[in-house]
Structures are given as C-alpha cells and as structure tokens.
C-alpha cells in the first residue's frame, strides 16, 4: 500500500485507471509517457474492440437491409 501511495504522489493520481470493460473493474497504472492507456490489459481492449466492431458491422447491416425493403427489395 505504501509504494502505491509514494508512486501515485510522484506521477499523479490521474495515471491511475478503472477497466472499463464489462466484468472487468481491475485498476491498473499507465506508467507509458503518452497517457494513453484505457484497459487494464491487451485482452480486455481486444474484447471491446471487437465488440465495437461487430456492433457496428451489425447496425450497417440493418441499415442496409431497411434500405432495401423501403425501396421494395432488391432490383430484378
């Protein structure tokens, strides 16, 4: 406990993080120059990527689709 007090009084508070991936919750420290991190491990942003990504591909899809059946389906 008191190296995370010393090392958060050195670098900042700001450097500490929460996971924001669902279940996930683990705090983690950036110690990266950039600031940069937002997960707690390369796993837990490989899932939420993917998930973004398939929510998207998804919304695309029925969006294409409800353009199709406005326009009274595909031309024969």
């Given at each position: 406990?008191?190296?995370?007090?010393?090392?958060?009084?050195?670098r900042g508070f700001?450097?500490?993080?929460?996971?924001?991936?669902?279940?996930c919750q683990?705090?983690?420290?950036?110690?990266?120059s950039s600031r940069r991190r937002q997960f707690c491990s390369d796993r837990c942003g490989t899932r939420s990527?993917?998930?973004a990504y398939r929510a998207r591909r998804r919304a695309a899809s029925l969006t294409a689709a409800g353009q199709l059946s406005r326009?009274?389906?595909?031309?024969?």
């Amino acid at each position: 406990m008191w190296g995370l007090a010393t090392w958060s009084c050195e670098r900042g508070f700001d450097r500490l993080g929460v996971c924001p991936e669902d279940g996930c919750q683990a705090v983690f420290l950036d110690e990266g120059s950039s600031r940069r991190r937002q997960f707690c491990s390369d796993r837990c942003g490989t899932r939420s990527h993917v998930r973004a990504y398939r929510a998207r591909r998804r919304a695309a899809s029925l969006t294409a689709a409800g353009q199709l059946s406005r326009a009274g389906g595909p031309a024969r």
